[in-house]
């Protein structure tokens, strides 16, 4: 009898610590993404079955919004749920406009006293994980021994891309070349020829010693090359970017890391989707039985461009390339849940799919053929903070037996949400009780757990949302009863008869200066539940709606320049934009 009630105790107590196992987080980031790319966001043409599957397992956020319109500050604002001016990681005004971390090298980066959703969640206990696209700063030493990166912000493992996919990572580039219509190679010929002349002469006339002769030789080989490595790849000409010849930035940043050491380089883009696909895999089999809960974050190198495919996966669109990527995109999101699945975890995870900002309307190759993402019928994309396009995402949640299945929320939410949303779905205190440093970093995302378990819209207090492009603020969200409330204080200047800026793959509008329209002295207002996509003339200056709500949204604006300190840009200085060639991490496996 006694080794019966031993047996029903100890299947009892087994049953009790699973049931209070903290559930597992798996975090899709796509990059790039349109909300207007999914079929569950209303797309019929490019496929996502298991991403619109995800959906209707699940809730579907309609008013989701990213912190920023490019990579580096809305991923920061993401896993800090904190606005990425507050620690300079948005572009300023400078001559440098660099609106993301442009090298491995770059000195600009998250600083390291913020604290992430992965810092929070080793805090409590969870096993950490990042693969793909990381952006924040590699923060290398001396020689690139050792770049860390996302191992200094709670993530215990990491295997990906250190910076982001530039179109300049897709084949060759000339490492030779000595144009002479250029004016400082002629320059360069001519003190080549005229130092080998006056050696020569020297030589001749004994002037020199046989030692001395070499060495001078050596010397003006070694002058005469460092400038012409110089002018020909690290300097401004007219098929470099940032300064950088597409040789040299596809060979300082084109790495593949796993945790602070290079282990791939040239990265070989077809098949990377593949190849972090099986990392994810391989990272939720080492962890299925683990007794702790895992956080898991697979950060898309898709669809930003360039463009690339698996051969398997390529031509299978109808909208080209960019819609092969996007349907290869689903497909991993496809195999990584179903790995989920075959391992028993998808009860007990929490599962959110998002985007860090709008697809780029402006991205056609050279060719012509559109690689940008569609938006829907929200006007802009990315680059523009304060344009719908840009900065309007998907964002799906699933967590079955808890988050209902099948549900459309129009609330406006927040990327910044992210974090203290997950706490509070895992039972866990707020993130300023579970790590003591982040007392003083005031959290600009919210809970949004009772909205996603029971649709509850939460406080009745109205709830306020910043849109910065670049340092500027160009637009205030305000969420207040019947209403939400969007006042325009800067736009960029589109071409006529569009809501972009041009056409390139490196073409995007402007944050400041005189391509942007300072509405400021007044504003516009749109109220977007009765006029979501801006269609219609703004709310009238002239009535007493509009002389109200702009008055409270420039008050609030007032108060939170004057309570917030901002620090300068990170991104447009010359930490950021000089490659630093004594920080270069080198491959000593490839």
């Known amino acids: 009898m006694m080794r019966v009630f031993a047996w029903i105790w100890l299947v009892c107590a087994a049953a009790v610590s699973v049931s209070a196992k903290r559930p597992n987080v798996l975090l899709f980031l796509a990059d790039d993404l349109g909300i207007g790319d999914l079929g569950c966001y209303g797309n019929t043409t490019i496929k996502t079955p298991h991403i619109d599957r995800l959906a209707s397992d699940g809730v579907r956020l309609t008013h989701h919004l990213a912190a920023a319109a490019m990579c580096t500050p809305s991923r920061a604002a993401l896993l800090t749920a904190r606005y990425p001016v507050r620690y300079g990681l948005e572009e300023g005004p400078e001559d440098y406009l660099l609106p993301v971390i442009l090298h491995i090298t770059s000195q600009s980066g998250l600083p390291a006293d913020e604290i992430t959703i992965a810092s929070a969640l080793t805090a409590a206990n969870y096993t950490t994980g990042l693969v793909g696209k990381w952006h924040l700063g590699m923060n290398?030493?001396?020689?690139?021994?050792?770049c860390p990166g996302p191992l200094n912000y709670g993530f215990q493992s990491f295997y990906g891309i250190p910076v982001t996919l530039f179109q300049e990572f897709r084949g060759l580039h000339?490492?030779?070349?000595?144009?002479?219509?250029?004016?400082?190679?002629?320059?360069?010929?001519?003190?080549?020829?005229?130092?080998?002349?006056?050696?020569?002469?020297?030589?001749?006339?004994?002037?020199?010693?046989?030692?001395?002769?070499?060495?001078?030789?050596?010397?003006?080989?070694?002058?005469?090359?460092g400038l012409w490595f110089t002018f020909a790849h690290y300097s401004k000409n007219s098929e470099s970017r940032w300064g950088v010849s597409p040789w040299l930035f596809k060979y300082a940043n084109s790495r593949l890391f796993r945790n602070d050491q290079v282990v791939e380089a040239p990265i070989e883009l077809d098949g990377l989707s593949q190849r972090l696909v099986e990392e994810s895999r391989r990272f939720l089999e080492a962890h299925a039985r683990d007794e702790k809960p895992f956080f898991l974050m697979h950060s898309f190198g898709h669809v930003h461009t360039p463009m690339f495919s698996a051969p398997?996966?390529?031509?299978?669109?109808?909208?080209?390339?960019?819609?092969?990527?996007?349907?290869?995109?689903?497909?991993?999101?496809?195999?990584?849940?179903?790995?989920?699945?075959?391992?028993?975890?998808?009860?007990?995870?929490?599962?959110?799919?998002?985007?860090?900002?709008?697809?780029?309307?402006?991205?056609?190759?050279?060719?012509?053929?559109?690689?940008?993402?569609?938006?829907?019928?929200?006007?802009?994309?990315?680059?523009?903070?304060?344009?719908?396009?840009?900065?309007?995402?998907?964002?799906?949640?699933?967590?079955?037996?808890?988050?209902?299945r099948g549900v459309t929320l129009d609330t406006p939410t927040s990327l910044m949400d992210l974090m203290p949303t997950l706490l509070s779905l895992a039972g866990l205190p707020r993130v300023h009780t579970l790590v003591p440093q982040a007392m003083n970093k005031e959290l600009d995302g919210e809970d949004i757990s009772e909205l996603l378990l029971k649709g509850a819209k939460?406080?009745?207090?109205?709830?306020?949302?910043?849109?910065?492009?670049?340092?500027?603020?160009?637009?205030?969200?305000?969420?207040?009863?019947?209403?939400?409330?969007?006042?325009?204080?800067?736009?960029?200047?589109?071409?006529?008869?569009?809501?972009?800026?041009?056409?390139?793959h490196t073409t995007g509008c402007d944050c400041h200066g005189p391509n942007v329209t300072d509405l400021s002295s007044q504003p516009e207002l749109y109220d977007l539940l009765s006029d979501p996509?801006?269609?219609?003339?703004?709310?009238?200056?002239?009535?007493?709606?509009?002389?109200?709500?702009?008055?409270?949204?420039?008050?609030?604006?007032?108060?939170?320049?004057?309570?917030?300190?901002?620090?300068?840009?990170?991104?447009?200085?010359?930490?950021?934009?000089?490659?630093?060639?004594?920080?270069?991490?080198?491959?000593?496996?490839c």
């Not at 002479?180 to 010693?209: C, E, I, N, P, Y």
């Not at 309570?563 to 991490?585: C, D, E, G, I, M």
Request: charged letters at 20%; hydrophobic letters at 35%; a positive charge.
């Open 312 to 404: 398997h996966m390529a031509g299978r669109s109808k909208h080209g390339r960019y819609g092969d990527n996007v349907e290869e995109m689903d497909d991993s999101v496809g195999k990584v849940l179903a790995t989920l699945a075959e391992l028993g975890l998808e009860d007990n995870t929490v599962v959110y799919f998002t985007s860090d900002q709008g697809g780029h309307l402006e991205a056609v190759e050279d060719t012509g053929e559109r690689i940008g993402g569609h938006n829907g019928r929200f006007k802009g994309g990315k680059r523009q903070g304060g344009s719908e396009g840009g900065i309007r995402v998907p964002g799906i949640f699933r967590w079955p037996g808890h988050i209902p």
């Open 533 to 589: 996509y801006e269609d219609y003339p703004p709310i009238s200056p002239d009535s007493s709606e509009y002389k109200s709500v702009v008055h409270d949204l420039k008050e609030y604006v007032r108060q939170w320049k004057e309570r917030v300190t901002l620090p300068p840009s990170q991104l447009t200085t010359l930490a950021n934009a000089l490659w630093k060639p004594f920080y270069q991490p080198h491959c000593h496996t």
């Open 174 to 225: 000339a490492f030779w070349k000595f144009p002479l219509h250029d004016r400082r190679f002629q320059g360069l010929a001519v003190a080549w020829m005229t130092a080998m002349v006056s050696l020569f002469l020297a030589r001749r006339r004994k002037v020199l010693g046989s030692c001395t002769g070499v060495l001078l030789l050596m010397a003006t080989h070694l002058l005469l090359g």
């Open 458 to 504: 939460g406080s009745k207090t109205p709830r306020l949302f910043l849109h910065h492009c670049g340092t500027s603020l160009h637009a205030v969200r305000m969420v207040s009863g019947d209403h939400v409330y969007k006042m325009h204080l800067a736009k960029p200047k589109w071409w006529k008869g569009s809501t972009q800026c041009g056409w390139h």
């Open 140 to 146: 290398c030493t001396l020689f690139g021994r050792s």
